[in-house]
C-alpha cells in the first residue's frame, strides 16, 4: 500500500538546521509531485513547498523561502526538506503529501506521512 | 494570494443528523477546491476534489458543491467516526496552495 513515513524532526535552538526525510513506497514515486505541509501545535495547516515529480521545478511559501529547500532523490523514492535558520514560528508537525495525479504539483494530496514535529526552542 | 475561510468555526451536531459545512475564497477558483478531514492526532484525509468528486474509499455520505468562491461540504448522517476538523483547500491559483481556517465537527 501507498505509504509515507517522515523522520528527522527533533529539537532545536532559533537559527539551528534539521533536514527532513520522506521514504515513499507502494507507488511509483518518480512520477508524482509532492509537498510539504506543515502544522503549528493547535492551528491549521500552511502548506511550505511543493516539487515537481521530476525534481525540476519548486515551489516556496513566502514565510520559508530563501531558508528551506526542498529536494527529492528518485532513485532512493525519498523526499527532503532542507530547514535552515529555523524560528520559533517554525514549530510545527511537518507532514509530507503526495499528488493525487501523475506529473502534476500544486493540486490536492491522496496520501500524507503521519508527521515530524519540529520544535525550535532556546 | 487567495484567502480561504471556513464557516462555521465549530458545529455541534448531534449522531445521525446532516452537518453542512461551508467554505468561501476570496476570488473564484473555479471548481479547483479540495475538502480534507483530520482526526486528532492524525495526518489529514482526502474526502472531496474538483469540489465535488469523492476521494477513492469515500463514503457516499460525504458530498461536496460550490464553484467560483463558494463551496459546501455536507456529511448527511453524521457517523461517530466523522466528528473530526474539517479543512477546505483551494488550488487554483498558485503558490501559494492554500487552506482554510478548518471547522471542527464535534458532537452536540
Known amino acids: 500500500q501507498v505509504q509515507l513515513v517522515e523522520s528527522g524532526g527533533g529539537v532545536v535552538q532559533p537559527g539551528s538546521s534539521l533536514r527532513l526525510s520522506c521514504a515513499a513506497s507502494g507507488f511509483s514515486f518518480s512520477t508524482y509531485g509532492m509537498q510539504w505541509v506543515r502544522q503549528a501545535p493547535g492551528k491549521g495547516l500552511e502548506w511550505v513547498a511543493v516539487?515537481?515529480?521530476?525534481?525540476?521545478?519548486?515551489f516556496y511559501a513566502d514565510s520559508v523561502k530563501g531558508r528551506f529547500t526542498i529536494s527529492r532523490d528518485n532513485s532512493k523514492s525519498t523526499l527532503f526538506l532542507q530547514a535552515n535558520s529555523l524560528r520559533a514560528e517554525d514549530t510545527a508537525v511537518y507532514y509530507c503529501a503526495k499528488e493525487t495525479i501523475e506529473k502534476i504539483s500544486g493540486w490536492f494530496y491522496d496520501c500524507w506521512g503521519q508527521g515530524t514535529l519540529v520544535t525550535v526552542s532556546s | 494570494e487567495i484567502v480561504m475561510t471556513q464557516s462555521p468555526a465549530t458545529l455541534s451536531v448531534s449522531p445521525g443528523e446532516r452537518a453542512t459545512l461551508s467554505c468561501r475564497a476570496s476570488q473564484s477558483v473555479s471548481t479547483k477546491l479540495a475538502w480534507y478531514q483530520q482526526k486528532p492526532g492524525q495526518a489529514p484525509r482526502l474526502l472531496i476534489y474538483g469540489a465535488s468528486t469523492r476521494a477513492t474509499g469515500i463514503p457516499a455520505r460525504f458530498s461536496g458543491s460550490g464553484s467560483g468562491t463558494e463551496f459546501t461540504l455536507s456529511i448527511s448522517s453524521l457517523q461517530s467516526e466523522d466528528f473530526a476538523v474539517y479543512y477546505c483547500?483551494?488550488?487554483?491559483?498558485?503558490?501559494?496552495?492554500?487552506f482554510g481556517p478548518g471547522t471542527k465537527v464535534e458532537i452536540k
Open positions: 483547500q483551494q488550488y487554483n491559483n498558485w503558490p501559494p496552495v492554500t
Open positions: 516539487i515537481s515529480f521530476d525534481g525540476n521545478t519548486q
